[in-house]
């Protein structure tokens, strides 16, 4: 299968082009040079006068799994006009902020996203998760396991064995078959299993002598570093949505200084005391200490307003939500690993806590300088569906829409707000890198995320329009492996999805531990826990090293 | 010549017990160890000969009863998907993939089980746990209107009263044990204290309990048949304990008030959170009933009760659940797999489902198989065919292979049942 788009203007980052007018080649699902394609055996794609970049890749969304699922069941209401029909063989779907399985893989393909990152799943639940990936069409995946509260590397932690811990972490990636370290709440998850949480950096960890997130979270670094790892630690840290959060967040990032790591919707994590009881946005500092470091990587979880379902492996923070929202509240504890919670929840421009958040995540974006290093990301379903990415994009490229919104947003929000006098404007070329080329290379993707010769054939074009929003909700066509998925903003076809998972070499020794440890710990036998090979049929391993 | 199959999981029922040895001689089971009665049964009682397709009694090739199975499906204007509850996940995508593409009404066993439990969820939340965490922690279980004794029966060896965990090394001296049931069941002679509620009071109760918890002054002595002593001591010890476990059934899903008992009892638990840490865990009946749940939510946004008639998803208990649609005559056409309507359904419903076409997909003998127009005697997961279930608390488990009897498995026949009502 061939596939030429011809005379776009291509914005590949990775690659330095920037809108630069070219063809791109595509043979068996890779983009090739020109010469490698029989260009009358082609299918030929006009793309004169409209903007082709690769396709999206998704840094942090809980799309799938036991927490996501649970989501769904409790929103009967959510779902309800989300509602898409079967059309041929596509499959139906329903929901708004937590849709079904293919109704996600096809608003994902009708944005332009052809990979995404499921960002939190306890092991012991990961062949759940690895179900509903197979049930999710048109992307390709990979799955963050949760580890800041598991007791196995909290044990090694506290008898002062890193190197158990790094054997320990290397076989769970494979029998969970996932890609990277998650790390949740560092011992505050734990600490909720006993009615408590974590505050400080320095507090204990219940029941594990001498550990704390601290520790945790160093360990856990320089595991990942000596692992080789495709991607880096990616940490939700302590504190989220406290006021307390945007000084621990830097605390945090000064205990990891040097130490690649990246830090999810930060936005979530960057509060200070307020008046009122409202918290107070801290983005400035924040973003001053990203800044400062290059070692590290941030999404925002930028607010959309409207529905939003709240879903964590947070289980504290969970329950300070119910406490303070209200309503419908679910919690799953996790035996040895972890846990979570879900708290549906509205975001209204009129709250000055919502509407201080908004401003928060915009004020993030617009003052991390190195678009390389902050991505879109609604931490959907937390602060909105990923759906809503055309919408926040518009309020990066348009500043004169950005101030419309500001200014409907509540006014104790909008007092002393640095955000109004932020006059950046991201262009198309900085979009494509936080929306695909700086996440490919966070997460170690190297055939994602640009389109260079030997790039997998995610391509996504788009006819340039003023309204950002309306270009980036209707994508004229979208190729998976070379595949038109997409056209004009609807699904035309489904392509399976490959599920990369991470095959990271560790002493075989570790093995008789963990069977040793699981007679007590769990009540799955250790032959019945992993993931075994053949039992999810579309996963790709990735060497470490 | 014998081979022994290790750590093979049970799919008789909620718990999954997933450390049996099977023994096995050529494809015969001639020794099951750790099983619970129920499960002996399961894999002791399984009949390996061979078996073939039946087409209205008769016998018939296997792609004979696809071709008719398909025929039926493609007359009918309004099909009912049914059971799916012993069925592995890998099956019961394929029943939901079925249902979308036939515009079916599809139902699991919850609607007359635990149906009531999942709408509870919906309207009030659900704090919950895996099983281990009660295995390790529990100081305090209290077992509301079920009889884990008779329903469940390694469920307090593995995982509540007598197991021994991290917290609890000395298994039931650590726990402290409540029964509340209508009657004095075999789980209530187990207790360390039991309160027998009036028949139709637990709604009372629970709500007497919550009102105690806020510290308030429920009116009447005994409340709902229960001294009120009684009642404050539970709340005390609730307040009080380290990790406190409710397990739920039927006694509180099937009786007058329903979904209302269940909402009181899981609102008393996310109250109980304020002041100690307190989970809730439904005691789900049938091996895969949870994987039902799990997977008709994840492909339609619902867990039971759903129908594709309009080609989208829509979820109304009481008007999709399959006993109502029988009972009001609106399926000309049912799939019947992993359960036995004939037997369990109400007469109405039951007459209804030997009035229109059925196919069944059992591999051992029931009522619905005994009436079925076509019937497929596939393979029985966890013996001969393997998959993957999710235990009552919604982990994940493997299901083995221990036999090979040559017959299809449902995700076998339902896909190409699949490919054939698309042509």
Redesign the interface.
Same mark, same amino acid.
């Given at each position: 299968m061939m596939l030429g788009i011809l005379g776009g203007r291509v914005y590949d980052p990775r690659n330095g082009r920037d809108g630069q007018v070219a063809d791109i080649w595509v043979k068996d699902g890779r983009v090739v040079a020109a010469d490698e394609v029989d260009r009358d055996r082609a299918e030929l794609v006009d793309a004169a006068g409209l903007v082709v970049m690769p396709g999206g890749v998704e840094v942090h969304s809980h799309l799938?799994g @036991?927490k996501v699922?649970?989501g /769904?069941? +409790? $929103? %009967?209401e959510d779902?309800r006009g989300h &509602? $898409? @029909? #079967?059309v041929g063989d596509l #499959? *139906? !779907?329903? !929901?708004g902020t937590? %849709? *079904? =399985?293919?109704l996600s893989g096809y608003l994902y393909s009708e944005m332009g996203y052809t990979t995404i990152m499921e960002a939190a799943t306890a092991p +012991?639940?990961a /062949?759940?998760t690895h &179900? &509903?990936l197979e049930?999710m069409p048109n992307l390709d995946k990979g799955v963050f396991i949760t580890m800041g509260n598991n007791h196995f590397i909290m044990k090694a932690i506290s008898e002062g064995r890193p190197d158990m811990a790094r054997d320990y972490v290397a076989w769970l990636l494979k029998a969970s078959r996932g890609y990277a370290i998650k790390i949740v709440n560092p011992g505050g998850v734990e600490n909720w299993?006993?009615?408590t949480n974590v505050r400080e950096l320095d507090d204990a960890v219940i !029941?594990y002598e001498g550990v704390t997130p601290r520790r945790i979270l160093e360990t856990l670094a320089r595991v990942n570093d000596e692992l080789g790892l495709p991607h880096v630690p990616h940490i939700h840290g302590i504190n989220l949505g406290r006021s307390t959060s945007a000084r621990t967040t830097v605390e945090t990032m000064r205990t990891l200084k040097g130490v690649p790591a990246h830090y999810c919707h930060l936005q979530f994590l960057s509060y200070g005391e307020g008046p009122q009881h409202i918290h107070s946005c801290e983005a400035p500092s924040v973003a001053e200490v990203v800044n400062a470091d290059p070692s590290m990587t941030v999404d925002v979880g930028q607010i959309v307003f409207g529905q939003a379902t709240t879903m964590t492996s947070d289980g504290p923070l969970q329950?300070m939500l119910?406490?303070t929202a209200g309503? /419908?509240?679910?919690?799953?504890?996790?035996? *040895?690993e972890s846990g979570g919670g879900?708290?549906p929840i509205v975001y209204k421009r009129t709250n000055p806590v919502n509407a201080t958040m908004w401003r928060t995540g915009l004020e993030l974006f617009l003052l991390v300088e190195d678009p390389w290093r902050v991505f879109l990301t609604t931490d959907h379903p937390n602060a909105g569906c990923f759906t809503s990415y055309p919408q926040v994009i518009k309020l990066l490229m348009d500043r004169g829409y950005r101030r419309e919104r500001f200014g409907g947003i509540h006014r104790r929000a909008r007092r002393g707000a640095l955000l109004p006098e932020l006059e950046r404007e991201y262009s198309l070329y900085e979009i494509a890198v936080i929306t695909r080329a700086g996440p490919a290379r966070a997460l170690g993707l190297d055939k994602k995320g640009h389109l260079g010769v030997g790039a997998d054939a995610d391509i996504a074009v788009y006819s340039e329009q003023e309204d950002k929003e309306a270009m980036f909700a209707r994508p004229r066509y979208v190729f998976k492996d070379g595949v038109l998925v997409a056209r004009d903003g609807a699904v035309v076809a489904e392509v399976p999805g490959r599920t990369f998972y991470v095959d990271a070499p560790y002493d075989p020794a570790i093995e008789g531990e963990i069977r040793a440890y699981f007679e007590? @710990?769990? =009540?799955?036998?250790?032959?019945?826990y992993a993931v075994v090979t053949g039992?999810v049929a579309h996963t790709e391993p990735v060497a470490c090293g | 010549m014998s081979t022994v199959v290790e750590h093979v999981a049970c799919p008789f029922c909620g718990c999954v017990c997933d450390d049996l040895t099977v023994e096995v001689e050529g494809a015969r089971i001639v020794k099951v160890k750790r099983a619970c009665s129920s499960g002996q049964g399961v894999f002791m009682e399984y009949d390996p000969s061979p078996r073939t397709a039946r087409v209205r009694g008769e016998e018939a090739d296997w792609d004979a009863a696809v071709a008719e199975a398909a025929a039926i499906l493609r007359e009918a204007d309004s099909p009912l998907i049914y059971g799916l509850s012993s069925a592995a996940s890998e099956a019961q995508r394929k029943a939901v993939e079925l249902a979308d593409r036939i515009g079916a009404v599809i139902d699991s066993t919850s609607s007359v089980c635990h149906g009531p439990t999942g709408l509870a969820m919906q309207a009030v939340g659900e704090p919950t746990c895996t099983l281990g965490e009660i295995r390790d922690r529990a100081d305090l279980l209290v077992f509301w209107g079920c009889n884990p004794d008779q329903s469940h029966l390694r469920h307090f060896a593995r995982y509540s009263l007598n197991a021994k965990g991290a917290l609890t090394p000395n298994g039931r001296a650590d726990r402290t044990m409540y029964v509340v049931d209508v009657r004095e069941t075999g789980t209530a002679k187990k207790a360390d204290h039991f309160l027998q509620v009036a028949p139709g009071h637990d709604f009372e109760v629970l709500t007497a309990l919550r009102l105690l918890v806020q510290g308030g002054e429920p009116e009447g002595d005994p409340i709902g048949g229960v001294p009120r002593a009684e009642l404050e001591e539970l709340v005390e010890r609730l307040k009080s304990c380290r990790y406190g476990v409710f397990f739920m059934g039927m006694g509180l899903t099937m009786t007058a008030a329903r979904q209302h008992n269940v909402a009181e009892l899981f609102t008393l638990v996310a109250e109980l959170n304020e002041f100690a840490k307190c989970s809730v865990i439904p005691m789900r009946g049938h091996g895969n009933v949870t994987g039902a749940d799990q997977v008709l939510t994840w492909t339609s946004g619902y867990p039971f009760a759903v129908s594709y008639a309009r080609g989208y998803p829509q979820f109304m208990p009481g008007e999709f659940t399959a006993v109502d649609v029988l009972v009001r005559g609106a399926a000309d056409a049912a799939v019947i797999l992993a359960s036995d309507p004939g037997a369990h359904f109400p007469r109405p419903a039951a007459a209804h489902l030997e009035a229109i076409p059925t196919i069944v997909f059992d591999h051992g003998p029931s009522v619905s198989a005994a009436h079925a127009t076509v019937l497929f005697p596939t393979a029985a997961y966890g013996v001969d065919a393997a998959g993957t279930v999710y235990r009552m608390d919604n982990v994940p488990i493997p299901l083995s292979k221990v036999i090979e009897t040559g017959r299809p498995t449902d995700e076998e026949i339902l896909g190409r049942l699949i490919e054939a009502v698309r042509t």
């Open positions: 799938v @036991a699922n649970a /769904r069941k +409790l $929103r %009967p779902h &509602e $898409r @029909a #079967r #499959r *139906s !779907g329903a !929901g937590v %849709p *079904s =399985t293919y +012991l639940v /062949r759940h &179900e &509903e049930d299993k006993w009615g !029941g329950h119910h406490q309503g /419908r509240w679910m919690n799953d504890d996790v035996e *040895s879900i708290v007590n @710990a769990y =009540t799955v036998a250790y032959e019945n039992e | -």
